[in-house]
Structures are given as structure tokens and as C-alpha cells.
């Protein structure tokens, strides 16, 4: 890694090289075993503190390339974006670049295919497709500054770590609601659905189970329980069968003020309730 210190500290460039790890699907320590650097060097790179060496950085394309991580039809762009904001010495290598998105079979290899019986049906390929996002009204965060070491241990916590409720605490105006954005689209893809809604309208916790449940269960239509248990019981379900990030902004409207303690406001005591159960239950998704 190269160890020139940054004047400051390069937060897009850092932000670049968290979001290609996380669509990886890499820790940091596992990127850096795999690139032959320590995982604090890793981490000097996604807080932008430091740049990688050459080397290092056409390892972690390749990677990146080969989990699919960059934008479909524009690899090239992304990958010459990337070399760029990595401040690097020497320029990007298009006829590497060029070989490495359109690999050719080696001629010493032979390939040969066997045809299946012409009565057995043409078996397509797998599609590959993303998650399924809702952003609601989710806030636009075109650019993030600061906030790396948070960003950087909240992703360790849903992507790593597999935490079934994260919360995201502190005074209103320091910026929660952009880091959680951040983060959302940071590891979407590490998810087969991922729902964004805010509680700055107080709606009841039922209506908010409702709009859930019609993302991720449609094909029940009006079949949808008429209790607030029978209701959770159906989204914990839910949350087991797939893989969901489910992100809740301005939870602090519906708290008590002055208790000092996170106890709900009368009337959205059920929502205490979805809290409790999402964190209790077995399941292989996050509610942040």
C-alpha cells in the first residue's frame, strides 16, 4: 500500500473502495488476504486515508469484475473512474482493461460440448437479477462526507455480522438519516429486497406491516391477517424466506420525550412489539 499520507482524507475515494468490497462480499480482512495487504490496510483505503499500489488495485478490479460488482455495460467506465480517484502514478493499462472484460479460451484448451438428446427441452442460463429495492421517500445523498469509521462498522454489523436489528442512535441534525441512506445503498446488494419507509408521519405500526407485507408477500393480496400477531407472524415469515433489509427513519417521532429511555409514545406501543419480535425471532434478515 502506498504510505504517503493524504493531505485530507479522500472520503469518495474511501467510499468507493467500501461499496466495491461490500458488493464483493468480502470482509476486510478477507479482501486482504486475498490481495496479500493487512486488513488495516484495507481499512486505511475505505476511510481515505491511503491509496493502493497498482498491483493491488488491478487485483481488487479483477475480483470485482469476475463477483460482477461493477454496473453491467459499464464495467469500463466504473474501472477507468475507479484508477482515477485511486491518485495513481502510472496510467491505466486499456490493453489489461480490455483483456480482462473480454476474456478469450486459451488456444491450449480444448473445449468440448455435449449436446443434449434433441428430445430434452433447451435449458436457458440462470438469470441474475438485483434486489428489489423500495426507497419510499428515501432522502437523496448524492455525495457523503465524514462518517467512515460509523459507515465502515455498520456494514461489518449487517453484512458481516448478520445483526438482526441495528439502530443508529444520536441528537437530531447530525446527519442519521444520510448515513443510514449511505449504507442502504451500500449493501443492497447483499439483499434480495430492501424496503425504506419513515415514521415522520407517525403512521400506525399495522399500516406500516400492511405496506411490508405487500412488498414482500404480493401474492397474498387480501389474504393478509387481521390481527397486529397474525400480521408479524406473516412478516417474520417473511423475513426467514428471504433476505431483507428493512430500514425505519425518524423512529424518535413516535418515542416518549424527557423519560430518557426509548419507551413509545401511547398509541405506538405495537411498534415496540415489531421491534422486540424482529430482534427475538430466527431469521437471515436486518431491520436498521
Not at 467506465?77 to 482493461?97: F, G, M, P, Y
Not at 438428446?117 to 433447451?122: E, F, G, L, V, W
Amino acid at each position: 500500500m502506498t504510505k504517503s499520507a493524504l493531505r485530507e482524507q479522500d472520503y469518495s475515494f474511501g467510499q468507493r473502495m467500501l461499496t466495491l468490497r461490500t458488493a464483493i462480499g468480502l470482509t476486510q480482512a478477507g479482501l486482504g488476504k486475498l490481495l496479500g495487504v493487512t486488513r488495516h490496510s484495507v481499512g486505511g483505503w475505505e476511510a481515505g486515508q491511503t491509496y493502493p499500489k497498482p498491483d493491488h488495485l488491478k487485483h481488487l478490479i479483477t475480483l470485482a469484475v469476475e463477483h460482477h460488482a461493477f454496473a453491467a455495460g459499464h464495467e469500463a467506465d466504473e474501472i477507468r473512474a475507479l484508477w482515477r480517484s485511486a491518485n495513481q502514478k502510472v496510467l491505466l493499462d486499456e490493453t489489461w482493461l480490455h483483456e480482462l472484460l473480454s476474456p478469450q479460451p486459451s488456444p491450449s484448451v480444448r473445449v468440448s460440448v455435449v449436446q443434449p438428446p434433441r428430445s430434452d427441452p433447451p435449458i436457458a442460463p440462470p438469470v441474475v437479477v438485483g434486489p428489489r429495492v423500495d426507497w419510499g421517500d428515501a432522502l437523496d445523498v448524492p455525495t457523503f462526507y465524514g462518517r467512515n469509521e460509523e459507515l465502515t462498522q455498520l456494514v461489518h454489523w449487517v453484512v458481516v455480522d448478520r445483526c438482526r436489528v441495528v439502530s443508529v442512535l444520536g441528537m437530531g441534525g447530525i446527519g442519521k438519516s444520510a448515513l443510514a441512506v449511505t449504507l442502504m445503498r451500500s449493501v443492497a446488494s447483499q439483499f434480495e429486497v430492501v424496503i425504506w419507509r419513515s415514521l415522520r408521519d407517525a403512521p400506525s405500526c399495522e399500516a406500516l406491516l400492511d405496506e411490508y407485507l405487500q412488498v414482500l408477500a404480493p401474492q397474498l393480496n387480501r389474504d393478509v391477517p387481521g390481527s397486529l400477531e397474525g400480521r408479524l407472524r406473516l412478516l417474520m415469515e417473511q423475513l426467514r424466506a428471504q433476505r431483507v433489509l428493512l430500514v425505519l427513519d425518524n423512529l424518535e417521532v413516535l418515542l416518549e420525550e424527557g423519560t430518557g429511555v426509548g419507551r413509545m409514545r401511547s398509541g405506538f406501543e405495537d411498534y415496540a412489539r415489531l421491534l422486540g419480535r424482529t430482534g427475538e425471532t430466527s431469521h437471515q434478515s436486518c431491520l436498521l
